[in-house]
């Protein structure tokens, strides 16, 4: 077939020159041949996937309910700051049904995402009421060491294990001496959970360097490489 | 105990910038005389991989860098049903970056920028193809050693990253002006559609010659004038039309690396109204002497290594690095160039095996900021010239074809995938 408009021969497969768009078969297609080069594609409709749709609605709800939960506050009482207990808890809610629930994330980095999620919606309702620092003292040095346990028992437990959780167990073992770090900072007024979490973070590290294989040596060799 | 290599320089940026609307993937193909049996593909596969551990890995996060880890499952072909070029699974569990396609007569390759560059690719496709007829039973032979030989991987000497090897510190060559970018319409549902166009390789380069400049520049001033006239109603600001080229660093420097080893010139000319087809050749053919020499492609990977060699950068988490590589990309690769050419060359085959291929095709992924890409090939005489674009608008690619055709005088077949034509 030829495009005389474009000076150039087409593949008998196609009706129209793909230059121009011109019909180079004439009305009744009578030449055409089946595409030797490529195959017919299914049609395929761009729509935006469920998912993201769940995820915007989510989020509108979300700022909704943040937003008419400070509206009310600062209408009624405002000698009492619940809204400030409120948002936290919505954020983590927001967190755990759109990372922990809908996402494809990695398990590990959706433990050490709730751990995240879960520490900071702690100590912001612990420092929006003003008490003394019982989520920096107790729970979050003990929420690290439950989710090193967890991740250590699920390398522990399956197969390539090791080979797909090392990083996100060494994660948590860096994560292990935040408690301490507190402390330090004066965000902490308990001594012995700190060094608790951190000595729990070392002692994983170095179980993980004298009982893991050479491969857990190696990961780490490729994780740190710079 | 399985392997790992550290991503190459040049490596490093795909991870970062890969999306959707910049796969960074791109394809090789060739077209068989006779239909492709997947089964004697995977055959040929199988003991192709051995050779090519390299390209068997998915990509894992580190602290600092990304890496590739080999992988415990074996590649399997696949039917070819997407549009050419689509974006690689990064996902451990099911993806891979590498996809070894047919359909009909035809096998691709399709590979992920971060393992390797077109050199390396060429290479495995071949040994691929050498194999599937090899095992297919035809008589094909490899007297004049074209094709890798099936002994052990050559870790060291394959796996090696030679932009290190070949580093000198030599001061960069100053930003680059922003380039006339092509605007247009993205097809929905999002896809990449491709045009082929063939015609007689050494008459074509006869011609060339004739004018006395390579092929590559002279398909490259046709380029910038199918530009130049598409874009001219909207060009008010005459900002320069940039084709962006890779240049194969293995011919310049001695290496023998199956990785990435390219440096990209950019070759520009800012129009003025009258200028001639001539003008143009004079300029490309002038620039492309003068940016294919060794110190100046020295030069050029100076330039693009030094961020990479500084300490402060090396140490910077994986996460911070990628947003600096992505605005990098953006702001200096991308808005200097106006659309990308890149020639792999004449592809030399074992003459035994020649008579069992029709043609050879490499396309090039277009991205966000270059909608429309070229590539070019050649193999048992035949030149195949493979537009691909993002946007429905066909407007260079049709004025390219018009004015090769109405120059050389040499008949030009053209093919496409038709993606967003609705036929």
Known sequence: ?226 | MEEWYKLDHAGKLFPAVAGKENSSTYRLSMMLTSQVKPSVLQDALDSVMKRFPLLNVELRNGLFWKFLREKETRLIVEPEAAYPCSPVNFSHESGSLVRVLYYGNKISVEIFHALTDGGGALEFLKTLVFQYLSLLGEDVEDKEGLILPPASFARYAEAQDSFQAHYTSTTPEARMPDALQIPGTRFSPYGHNVIHGMVHASRLNAVAKQKGVTLTAYLTAIMIMAVYETTLPFNNENRPIVISMPVNLRKIFPSSSLRNFFAVINIGVQLKEGMTFEQVLEIVHAQMKEKTTKSYLSQTMAGSMKYEKNLFSRFTPLKLKDLAIRFGFDHYGEDAKTLTLTNLGRVDIPASMASHIKAMETTMYPTAKSPINCAVSSINDQLTITFARNIVESDVIMRFFRQLANLSELDIMIVSNDWGMGA
């Open chain 1, 1 to 226: 077939m030829r495009c005389e408009s474009c000076g150039v021969s087409v593949d008998p497969a196609h009706k129209a020159c793909p230059l121009c768009r011109r019909n180079v078969q004439g009305k009744d297609g009578e030449h055409l041949t089946s595409h030797s080069w490529y195959p017919v594609y299914e049609a395929a409709e761009e729509q935006p996937a469920s998912s993201s749709l769940i995820s915007k609605w989510l989020t509108f709800l979300a700022v909704s309910v943040m937003g008419i939960a400070v509206l009310i506050n600062l209408l009624g009482n405002r000698e009492a700051w619940w809204s400030l207990t409120l948002i936290p808890c919505v954020l983590y809610a927001w967190l755990s049904v759109r990372h922990t629930l809908m996402s494809r994330a990695h398990l590990g980095s959706k433990i050490i995402v709730q751990l995240l999620g879960l520490s900071a919606m702690l100590l912001w309702i612990n420092v929006a009421n003003g008490t003394t620092y019982w989520s920096t003292g107790y729970v979050i040095p003990f929420l690290m060491m439950a989710a090193t346990l967890l991740i250590t028992v699920i390398c522990c437990s399956r197969k390539m294990g090791w080979r797909e959780f090392s990083g996100y167990l060494l994660t948590l073992n860096l994560l292990g001496i935040v408690p301490l770090l507190l402390y330090a900072v004066g965000m902490s007024n308990v001594l012995w959970t700190a060094v608790a979490a951190a000595v729990y973070a070392l002692l994983t590290f170095g179980g993980m360097c004298l009982i893991a294989d050479k491969g857990f040596r190696q990961e780490m060799k490729r994780r740190f490489h710079f």
